[in-house]
């Protein structure tokens, strides 16, 4: 029979191009957000945090916004790369430490 | 820094059998999750627990499944008895909560199929 999963948004750019993943979280308590990378076979790795008392920060080729009246986390990667493909989580930390995962968008980098 | 170690990377079990998922955490760090991954339902945190204590288990799925910490170095996950649809990736993640820097550094995970 037709198996039944989760329907991960996915996102296709071409080489070079910018991306953006955006992610809706959803407990207004949540003080610390983190995007993570997960390549095929592997754990998610860390890639950018950002603290609720901030609206943006950047690192290297990538920027996390955060609006915090909408619940909204978006993840920007500048001139994006085949070696950019995968998927793409935020994660919401509670103050007292439990942190949860959003579902996940499958990036994928045309060459 | 050798990371999150997890044993065994693959696992196939017959349905009824007990699984025990092993994790060593990095040194130093004060906190340890465990994740079930599947396409069905994701990321979901099953269990995390704070200088060896088990802080929020509400993600345990059922009493088949138990998680312990004897020491800061080591915890298990265990399956018992095991049933077909626990087949997943589980992951073992760490992070030290000492300072602002809170992110978790994940294993490799285990494959385990039920069959």
């Known amino acids: 029979g037709e198996s039944v999963g989760l329907h991960l948004p996915t996102l296709s750019v071409q080489e070079g191009d910018n991306s953006i993943i955006n992610c809706a979280y959803s407990?207004?308590?949540?003080?610390?957000f983190i995007w993570y990378k997960q390549e095929s076979g592997k754990g998610p790795q860390f890639i950018i945090d950002i603290r609720s008392n901030m609206d943006k920060r950047q690192g290297q080729r990538v920027t996390v916004l955060l609006n915090k009246t909408v619940k909204h986390l978006s993840l920007q990667i500048a001139a994006t790369q085949p070696g950019d493909s995968a998927v793409y989580f935020c994660?919401?930390?509670?103050?007292?430490?439990?942190?949860?995962f959003g579902d996940g968008t499958t990036l994928t980098v045309k060459p | 820094d050798a990371g999150v170690i997890q044993s065994p990377r693959h696992e196939v079990t017959e349905m009824g059998q007990e699984v025990t998922l092993r994790c060593k955490p990095i040194s130093g760090h004060n906190s340890l999750f465990w994740y079930r991954q599947t396409m069905m339902r994701g990321l979901e945190l099953l269990i995390y627990?704070?200088?060896?204590?088990?802080?929020?288990d509400s993600g345990m799925p059922e009493d088949r499944f138990s998680a312990k910490m004897p020491n800061a170095s080591f915890s298990t996950l265990k399956i018992q008895p095991s049933e077909p649809r626990d087949s997943a990736v589980y992951f073992c993640?760490?992070?030290?909560?000492?300072?602002?820097?809170?992110?978790?550094?994940f294993g490799s995970g285990t494959q385990l199929s039920v069959l």
């Open positions: 407990n207004s308590a949540s003080d610390y």
């Open positions: 994660a919401e930390n509670t103050r007292a430490g439990k942190s949860t």
């Open positions: 993640a760490s992070r030290s909560d000492r300072g602002s820097n809170e992110k978790l550094f």
């Open positions: 627990f704070n200088n060896n204590v088990p802080i929020d």
